[in-house]
């Protein structure tokens, strides 16, 4: 998760604190010299950081008002099997029970340029078969979550990628 927000007049920093245990924790500080922006490590599942600028007065921290934001960061996911069918693949991956659906992305190159992503709309679907492929040809696959927050997808991780050659 990276955090990005626009400087305060006068601010000489940031404080970025994670809610946890119900209550505020400091994950980190940003001097003003520095990006504004804090890149933060984070496990799977929902998160709620804040920002608040800061300004020193006599050797003490005055804070300002804070900005919150509510993250959520998927799993990763793994594909548990690939088999190929007659111009196709099917792929099946593990099942994400926080995650709202799953992106299938497949290429014959295993940079994903010209791939083609396939996105499933439910978290209860653990597979995905492609079809009218090029028959005989090699394609790489990789798969990952997301999560509707707030109107917006929240993207997970891609699995490690996986190869089938399709059937003629």
Same mark, same amino acid.
Do not use: C, M
């Given at each position: 998760v990276t955090l990005s927000w626009s *400087?305060? $007049? &006068? +601010?000489? /920093?940031? #404080?970025? #604190?994670?809610? *946890?245990? *119900?209550?505020? @924790? $400091?994950? *980190? %500080?940003v %001097?003003? /010299?520095? %990006?504004?922006?804090a890149k933060?490590? $984070? %496990?799977?599942? +929902?998160?709620?950081?804040r920002v608040r600028a800061y300004a020193v007065y006599d050797g003490l921290k005055y804070y300002g008002s804070s900005a919150e934001i509510s993250v959520y960061v998927p799993k990763k996911q793994t594909i548990s099997s690939l088999s190929a069918t007659t111009k196709g693949f099917t792929v099946k991956?593990?099942?994400?029970a926080s995650a709202t659906g799953y992106q299938i992305q497949y290429s014959t190159s295993s940079s994903f340029s010209s791939s083609t992503t396939k996105t499933v709309s439910s978290n209860a679907t653990t597979s995905y078969t492609a079809k009218s492929l090029t028959g005989g040809k090699k394609y790489y696959v990789r =798969? &990952?979550?997301?999560? =509707? @927050?707030?109107g917006q997808r929240i993207y997970g991780a891609w699995s490690g990628y996986k190869s089938v050659t399709t059937k003629k």
């Amino acid at each position: 998760v990276t955090l990005s927000w626009s *400087k305060p $007049t &006068r +601010a000489e /920093g940031y #404080q970025i #604190q994670e809610y *946890k245990n *119900k209550k505020w @924790v $400091t994950v *980190k %500080t940003v %001097t003003s /010299g520095d %990006t504004l922006s804090a890149k933060l490590s $984070t %496990t799977v599942g +929902a998160h709620k950081y804040r920002v608040r600028a800061y300004a020193v007065y006599d050797g003490l921290k005055y804070y300002g008002s804070s900005a919150e934001i509510s993250v959520y960061v998927p799993k990763k996911q793994t594909i548990s099997s690939l088999s190929a069918t007659t111009k196709g693949f099917t792929v099946k991956y593990s099942k994400d029970a926080s995650a709202t659906g799953y992106q299938i992305q497949y290429s014959t190159s295993s940079s994903f340029s010209s791939s083609t992503t396939k996105t499933v709309s439910s978290n209860a679907t653990t597979s995905y078969t492609a079809k009218s492929l090029t028959g005989g040809k090699k394609y790489y696959v990789r =798969v &990952r979550s997301y999560k =509707v @927050v707030n109107g917006q997808r929240i993207y997970g991780a891609w699995s490690g990628y996986k190869s089938v050659t399709t059937k003629k």
